[in-house]
């Protein structure tokens, strides 16, 4: 098991890529915090783990907010004995043209994304600089890190950037042994993009199956959606990698969607 004796945060962890993430570290020997704006989304994957032979805790957690933030790591480490992995994960999307967007949402898009990230970061950080074990950051970003798509201004800044976040981490994590990464995935069938399709096709005046394939498929190679399990891997890989090697770095999984 490439996590055996690790101890994880995944954030946005009760449906999604982050439920996916969150049972991909406990098959690995990762003891899972499961962290979930919806209390019952979080137990609900905690028990999926534990009813599969795994560890986990479950944490309400609201990741912008900054009390929350602190004692819910506080409460991980007191449970584990210490952090090693963070996963960044929790998000939201507003669809909307840049004249119709309205500053609350705007922020709104903005704190889930940047602050929810730096707050869970910096409170992972301030326990492994005292761990001398290091550790790994993970941040949840997109293709959107790297490109811009209609109606998604607020998405898109956001996702850009946490690329700049995770290079600062990686500079000053280093210091004291912890790597930062950007994931960027495609399209993936979640809930939140399934939520997608019907307003773009609205937004667009397109059908949903023209935005499946004109839009969301339209530059992978394959007109294959990234799958979970695309995304797990590149995460575990990321979070077992043992040196330095890889910091800093942002990895695409797009289908070829958007190639460096």
Known sequence: MLLKDKSCLVTGAGSGIG???????????????VADLDADTAQDTASMIQDSGGQAL?????????????????????HCGGIDVLVSNAGIQHIAALTELRYEDWQRVLRVHLDGSFLTSRACLRHMRLQGRGGSILLMGSVHSKLASPLKAPYVTAKHGLIGLGRAIAREGAAFGVRANVICPGFVRTPLVDRQIPQQAAELGLSEEDVVRQI?????????FSTLDDVTRAAVFFAAFPTN???????LISHGWHME
């Open 245 to 251: 090697a890889l910091t800093g770095q942002s990895l």
């Open 216 to 224: 969301m498929l339209k530059d992978t190679v394959d007109n294959e």
């Open 19 to 33: 439920r996916e993430l969150a049972q991909a570290f406990a098959r690995e020997g990762a003891v899972v915090g």
């Open 58 to 78: 479950a944490l309400a957690l609201d990741v912008t907010d900054e009390t929350a933030v602190d004692a819910a790591v506080d409460q991980l480490v007191a």
